[in-house]
């Protein structure tokens, strides 16, 4: 079993930058690749980027690209989303997710989520 708590959304200006935390509870938190995905109001949850269980391989989609970071910190138990150069299409509730071997981008794919965090970006 994996819990998830996602922090670190908010508002913010279109132009501005967050950094997303998930923090993962359980022991084998190294052996989980990670995904974020969003939620924008009346829209289907999307997959924004995801993370190998190593950190080694990253992926993300073509509309954050360039703009967002996944990282993650093994011994911390937490996988980041470093957002730059915010555009108001960004807002929506960002959820992060875990699953077992290798990466996707299918939310289906996953075991756990966490509970969401708003980001919400002002024109």
């Known amino acids: 079993q994996v819990q998830l708590v996602e922090s670190g959304g908010g508002l913010v200006q279109a132009g501005g930058s967050l950094r997303l935390s998930c923090a993962a509870s359980g022991r084998t938190f190294s052996t989980y690749a990670m995904g974020w995905f969003r939620q924008a109001p009346g829209k289907e949850r999307v997959f924004v980027a995801a993370?190998?269980?190593?950190?080694?391989?990253?992926s993300y989609a073509d509309s954050v690209k360039r703009r967002f970071t996944i990282s993650r910190d093994n011994a911390k138990n937490t996988v980041y989303l470093r957002m730059n150069s915010l555009k108001p299409e960004d807002t929506a509730v960002y959820y992060c997710?875990?699953?077992?071997?290798?990466?996707?981008?299918?939310?289906?794919?996953?075991?756990?989520w966490g509970q969401g965090t708003q980001v919400t970006v002002s024109s």
């Open positions: 997710a875990a699953k077992r071997y290798a990466a996707t981008t299918n939310a289906n794919d996953y075991d756990y």
């Open positions: 993370i190998s269980w190593s950190g080694g391989t990253t």
